[in-house]
């Protein structure tokens, strides 16, 4: 027989004000089960404790009822009493008489204690039905996956690597280094961007812990934290990475020229190349959308030119498979199209350009050397208009939040315009000025001085072409005039939008993606680097736009947590987890339908001792399984269980009151 | 079909069975752990006042909830159900709470043809943010038991074991 200890707390006057306590325990003892109940001022103070570890000793008790705060509150605190004294710690029940009754009923003490000692009561008969429960222990592949090569991803991987942890780095593009590689300098410091950059991407392809798998995407992800099985598609590159030595006769020799992604479309590439000089891998690939060899059989001088061979036109998409604990995503951003701005001519002006169109023009290794000139006739600009927030904080056209990175670049572009042109003359138009940030708002002001740029506050409504300059007219809402500006270029600061890939890599993964397509964090302010799914992170912009700062804070951010999931051998893991019992199981899997997690398998079973005839029943995967109980509710034979809450505990409270 | 069912349940709940002057309704709360829980918890954080008549059981997740426990509740203790869990979309366990109101509405349908006033059982949607809401919902679910009178089913029996 059930032998029950009650344990009441005053919670000093917080429950003993509004619950008669002392009736409460009288009540308790009246509760044929109940052997020992006692009131205390602190139940969870030493004191307290010691006095549910004495009494489990000396009365012999198989569950422990402790009426006090939540047990959202202090539950953790009382089981470890229960382990201390040599009791499973499952065997203790809560009854939550300070939220649930002496809180929230002050204007009844009558009531109040009726509803504490009911509370007790529940707990009671609830304990009574209690097992024994053991913490499960989970094996954990210490290897972590991340996706995406750009400045998050690469911080990420260095430092998890860093930790001595092996880290697969996979890239959808030839080369490592994302939006970062594209930029010329970066505010406020104006460092040069390649100069911080590469050095970090040489380390990823150099690092022990490292391996990079480059022009490739993450196709498929099983299993649970800890335990995840990534399929990676490693596209065709046509090139043997192996032999390869990057010498660069193919890409010099090869006819066909495409648009170059990587400078924005603004120079041409050939269909065998390397994104950028200082790519990672310094490996070519062969683009079969544009190869004519691939695609007529003709030509095939790059093969003849390479005197390593190591050009295989008959190289086919390949999938490897990798056991990994963790993910960390790093997709990084796109910029959103301002087609729809037609007021503007986009489109139809070929003055009127992109801030990453600038940003590649006014770089050193950029289409044009490091000078802006004009797409329509090569002239360089002298009066540049730049227009924020195209795209950002615009329900109308584009989306409504703020793309937080382009008050800063506009500025920084205004600074490289006064560099790289003398004479010339920049005019912003801008809603605000965010330049929240450590050492920002100086550098705006400084810049400003500088560069002695008119700034404008206001929306553009129309630019129209004049001769060969650009009339930007717009408003200036501080004098409350309608202004024109005679412009030879104008740049837009187009709104920063995810990664377009998101919404299905996200469901690939199994995370949660807002209406925008960035992905969702577990938690906006404690939990802003974890998913909903435990073990799979994010860095930099998949989450949302961000500066580089925030995002390599981020990503470190992403690789302590991984770190930290790896410190031991095993996971803990609770054991309130589902189990079917095969004798009862009639293989109808609805189950597994209701699973949210995928955690519910059939296996064959034989029919009965001995017996060839198998039979299908559900099994449940105890690393996966989350202990919702989904799948406990919709058993129509009642074959499945949740440990903690099974239904002999729910129905014990309810018939108990 | 339904109309035939409508005209026959007025039955079982006798409406000339007099509630005594001091009756007070006993409420059987069912509440999933991280949302409606929670939020139980910050009512009272909060001190929001509401009627005593709740009891209030904990589960992990609305989807958890079997008919059975309805059921049981009004043929043995309880007068009336609430059934709480979180916002639609916000469920701990992705859609748990789906699941939870598909078996919710079934289960009303069942209690309605067995002859029980379909307010007996109630569901609400309450986050953990929500501590002044779930003050309302119970106020509002006492309310309505307390119009609809005691439930002589089954006589009470004490718990034992």
Redesign the interface.
């Known amino acids: 027989m059930a032998r029950v200890g009650v344990f009441v707390c005053f919670c000093g006057a917080n429950i003993a004000d509004f619950v008669d306590v002392p009736a409460v325990v009288e009540e308790a003892k009246r509760i044929r089960e109940v052997k020992f109940a006692i009131h205390y001022k602190y139940m969870c103070s030493d004191p307290g404790q010691q006095q549910i570890r004495d009494a489990i000793v000396q009365h012999r008790l198989t569950s422990i009822v402790v009426a006090a705060c939540s047990p959202r509150m202090h539950e953790k605190t009382f089981r470890k009493a229960l382990s201390d004294a040599g009791m499973n710690p499952y065997l203790l029940e809560v009854a939550n008489i300070r939220e649930h009754s002496s809180w929230v009923h002050q204007k009844d003490k009558k009531a109040a204690t009726e509803k504490a000692a009911d509370l007790v009561r529940m707990a009671v008969a609830k304990s009574i039905a209690n097992e024994q429960l053991h913490e499960i222990s989970v094996p954990v592949t210490k290897r972590a996956l991340v996706i995406g090569g750009g400045i998050a991803g690469i911080q990420a991987a260095l430092d998890i690597a860093d930790a001595r942890i092996p880290v697969v780095l996979v890239e959808k593009s030839p080369s490592i280094g994302g939006k970062m590689a594209q930029l010329d300098e970066t505010f406020p410091t104006l460092d040069c961007s390649q100069c911080i950059l590469t050095p970090k991407m040489v380390d990823v392809a150099s690092h022990p812990y490292i391996e990079l798998i480059p022009y490739s995407e993450v196709i498929e992800l099983d299993g649970f934290v800890g335990n995840y099985k990534a399929k990676i598609r490693k596209k065709a590159s046509y090139v043997n990475f192996k032999t390869c030595t990057g010498c660069g006769a193919c890409w010099q020799k090869c006819p066909v020229k495409v648009p170059n992604e990587y400078n924005m479309g603004l120079d041409k590439r050939k269909a065998i190349y390397t994104p950028f000089p200082q790519a990672v891998p310094n490996k070519p690939v062969i683009d079969a959308t544009h190869c004519t060899m691939l695609l007529k059989g003709k030509c095939g001088i790059c093969s003849k030119v390479c005197e390593k061979g190591s050009i295989d036109y008959t190289m086919k998409d390949e999938i490897i498979e990798r056991e990994i604990g963790a993910v960390v995503v790093a997709t990084g951003y796109d910029l959103w199209d301002p087609k729809p701005y037609e007021e503007y001519g986009v489109g139809r002006f070929k003055d009127i350009i992109t801030s990453l169109e600038f940003e590649r023009m006014v770089s050193a290794n950029g289409p044009t050397n490091g000078v802006p000139v004009r797409p329509s006739d090569g002239k360089v600009p002298k009066n540049v208009v730049f227009i924020k927030c195209i795209g950002s904080r615009d329900e109308a056209k584009g989306i409504e939040y703020c793309s937080k990175i382009c008050c800063m670049y506009t500025t920084k572009h205004t600074i490289l315009l006064h560099h790289k042109v003398p004479g010339s003359h920049s005019y912003v138009f801008y809603m605000d000025i965010r330049a929240a940030g450590k050492g920002y708002e100086e550098f705006v002001k400084k810049a400003q001085v500088d560069t002695a740029a008119t700034y404008l506050r206001g929306r553009v409504s129309k630019i129209y072409k004049k001769g060969d300059k650009l009339m930007v007219r717009g408003e200036d809402a501080q004098i409350g005039q309608v202004v024109e500006v005679e412009a030879d270029m104008v740049v837009l600061a187009t709104a920063v939008i995810p990664n377009k890939d998101n919404p299905d890599l996200a469901r690939l993964l199994g995370v949660s993606y807002d209406k925008y397509g960035y992905m969702s964090e577990a938690h906006p302010k404690l939990r802003p680097v974890e998913t909903a799914k435990a073990g799979i992170f994010l860095a930099g912009c998949t989450q949302a736009p961000k500066d580089i700062p925030d995002t390599v804070s981020q990503a470190s951010a992403c690789a302590a947590k991984v770190c930290g999931l790896f410190s031991g051998d095993t996971m803990k893991k609770d054991p309130m987890i589902s189990t079917v019992n095969n004798e009862y199981c009639s293989g109808c899997q609805n189950c597994v339908k209701v699973c949210p997690y995928g955690a519910i398998v059939t296996e064959e079973v034989p029919m009965g001792h001995g017996s060839k005839e198998m039979r299908t029943v559900a099994k449940i995967n105890e690393g996966v399984c989350q202990g919702c109980g989904s799948c406990v509710a919709i058993c129509r034979s009642m074959a499945i269980t949740l440990a903690g809450f099974t239904d002999p505990q729910i129905i014990n409270e309810i018939v108990s009151i | 079909m339904e109309a035939a069912v409508n005209n026959q349940l007025v039955s079982i709940e006798k409406p000339e069975i007099v509630a005594p002057p001091d009756w007070?309704p006993?409420i059987?709360g069912i509440l999933c752990n991280w949302c409606s829980?929670?939020g139980?918890?910050l009512?009272?954080?909060s001190?929001?006042?509401?009627p005593?008549n709740i009891?209030?059981?904990?589960?992990?997740?609305s989807?958890?909830?079997?008919?059975?426990?309805l059921i049981?509740?009004l043929q043995?203790?309880?007068d009336g159900v609430l059934v709480s869990g979180c916002h639609p979309g916000d469920c701990?366990?992705?859609?748990?709470n789906y699941?939870a109101r598909r078996?919710f509405l079934v289960t009303k349908k069942l209690l309605h043809f067995t002859g029980f006033h379909e307010n007996r059982i109630q569901f609400s949607w309450v986050s953990a943010a929500e501590g002044p809401k779930f003050?309302k919902v119970v106020a509002k679910v006492t309310e309505d038991i307390k119009k609809l009178g005691p439930l002589h089913l089954y006589k009470k029996?004490n718990?034992e074991?």
């Open positions: 007070q006993v059987i829980y929670a139980s918890d009512t009272g954080t001190r929001i006042q509401y005593p009891r209030i059981i904990r589960v992990p997740c989807s958890r909830v079997d008919p059975w426990f049981k509740s043995t203790t309880a701990h366990y992705i859609s748990g699941y078996r003050a029996e718990f074991k």
